[in-house]
């Protein structure tokens, strides 16, 4: 069930948002990652976990790990743990050999808010929720 669930959030912007609302409203643990520092003290004064990166730090240890972060935050070679899904919905490759399931893109017909919902719904059903 979700809440037995740590699910890392990496980025906030508009999918961000959109994930992280839905996964708080099944009962997920949920942390986000964000190199923003604004974004990162305004979650926190809001009672949701979230850390500041500055690049290269180590991957965290969550039960599933969502990018939508289009830069390069974590360190690639930082352990992984065996059990942790990687789920990649930017476009780049930043997690070297870890588990990574790439989402298909969506049409471009698509706003990020309208995507993040789409990706959270697919989220959720594949948790079984």
Do not use: H, Q, W
């Amino acid at each position: 069930s979700a809440d037995n669930l740590s699910v890392g959030v990496v980025g906030y912007g508009r999918i961000g948002r959109e994930l992280v609302r839905l996964l708080l409203s099944v009962g997920a643990r949920v942390r986000v990652f964000s190199t923003r520092r604004e974004t990162v003290l305004c979650l926190s004064s809001s009672g949701v976990d979230a850390t500041l990166v500055t690049g290269g730090d180590p991957i965290p240890s969550v039960d599933i790990l969502v990018n939508t972060a289009p830069a390069k935050i974590f360190d690639e070679n930082s352990p992984v743990r065996p059990d942790m899904d990687i789920l990649e919905l930017a476009s780049g490759n930043f997690f070297g050999e870890a588990r990574v399931t790439r989402l298909p893109s969506l049409p471009s017909r698509y706003y990020p808010v309208t995507a993040g919902r789409l990706y959270g719904a697919a989220l959720l059903r594949a948790l079984g929720v």
